[in-house]
T-cell receptor, first 112, second 113 residues
């Protein structure tokens, strides 16, 4: 079940905040977030597991909504280095399917 | 060398050719993956190997044939490809199969003419 990411693209000025959503029609077991810069490989950001509500690393945090069918990635006080395409990968099912399905990505551009 | 490496980085092949993509991980991981990334499409999981055994095969056409001789190396053998197979092929590895962070290689940009 491919997750749906929104928005498809967002343009920010340095220092602004952004939210990227990742939605599924099923309750999620885990959500993985990756960032891919143009011409580079995806790089892992964070994993949020079913039992968790939120995780945070510096100015990036992720959370689940109440039904665990949506995860949101929050970027605070964005920096130029945050530019890239953000992918969420989801794993559904009560016990996890161990199969990660990625969304189409959200392209984030941070301008000076 | 560290991390996940892939060779070649670029490959142009005709539809009748046979070629292989190579992936090597230096992280001591037990699981390795092949993904296909096309323009404007999500990352598509093709194959997963855990401890050298194939555990996932996502309805990939038989013209793609994976091989995992040991936990550090993964190959993708290609033959009689189609132009629509042109894409970036990414290899990744993780500590184990499941909800572990994956480390991606730089990819092989494949063009089928």
């Amino acid at each position: 079940q491919q997750p749906v990411q929104s928005p498809q693209a967002v343009i920010l000025r340095e220092g602004e905040d952004a939210v990227i959503n990742c939605s599924s029609s099923k309750a999620l077991y885990s959500v993985h977030w990756y960032r891919q810069k143009h011409g580079e490989a995806p790089v892992f950001l964070m994993i949020l597991l079913k039992g968790g509500e939120q995780m945070r690393h510096e100015k990036i945090s992720v959370s689940f909504n109440e039904k665990k069918q949506q995860s949101s990635l929050y970027l605070t006080a964005s920096q130029l280095s945050y530019s890239g395409t953000y992918f969420c990968g989801t794993e559904d099912g009560e016990g996890g399917s161990e199969k990660l399905v990625f969304g189409k990505g959200t392209k984030l551009t941070v301008n000076p | 060398e560290t991390g996940v490496t892939q060779t070649p980085r670029h490959l142009v092949m005709g539809m009748t050719n046979k070629k292989s993509l190579k992936c090597e991980q230096h992280l001591g991981h037990n699981a390795m993956y092949w993904y296909k990334q096309s323009a404007k499409k999500p990352l598509e999981l093709m194959f997963v190997y855990s401890l050298e055994e194939r555990v996932e095969n996502n309805s990939v056409p038989s013209r793609f044939s994976p091989e995992c001789p040991n936990s550090s190396h993964l190959f993708l053998h290609l033959h009689t490809l189609q132009p629509e197979d042109s894409a970036l092929y990414l290899c990744a590895s993780s500590q184990d199969w499941g909800y572990y962070e994956q480390y991606f290689g730089p990819g092989t940009r494949l063009t089928v003419t």
